[in-house]
């Protein structure tokens, strides 16, 4: 399994941004996408953004055009910029890394956005 650890959460007012940082240990040779879910209290885990071997990236719906997903070419970090958030974004994310042999979760990072 890859390790994953989170780090960049953290409480922030609405129209501000925040980024998420994933660093990865461990067996990165086999990552063929990674990116990030987010999962507010009660309810499901969501797609928030994707990035693949070949560069492209996916978003969910809700935050298209607001956040952006990078990572290094050797899988060392997977950065998530997230701009204008809302409160809606409140919730705690999680990065993960996957292989032909499955996927790897990090532990996640709460994103809270108040005024």
């Known amino acids: 399994q890859v390790q994953l650890v989170e780090s960049g959460g953290g409480l922030v007012e609405p129209g501000e941004s925040l980024r998420l940082s994933c660093s990865t240990s461990r067996n990165r040779a086999g990552i063929v996408a990674m990116g990030w879910y987010r999962q507010a209290p009660g309810q499901e885990r969501d797609l928030v953004a994707t990035i693949r071997s070949n560069g492209l990236t996916n978003y969910g719906d809700s935050v298209n055009g607001r956040f952006s997903v990078s990572r290094d070419a050797a899988w060392n970090t997977v950065t998530l910029q997230m701009n204008n958030l809302k409160p809606e974004d409140t919730a705690v994310y999680y990065c993960?890394?996957?292989?032909?042999?499955?996927?790897?979760w990090g532990r996640g990072a709460q994103v809270t956005v108040s005024s």
């Open positions: 993960y890394a996957r292989t032909p042999w499955g996927d790897s």
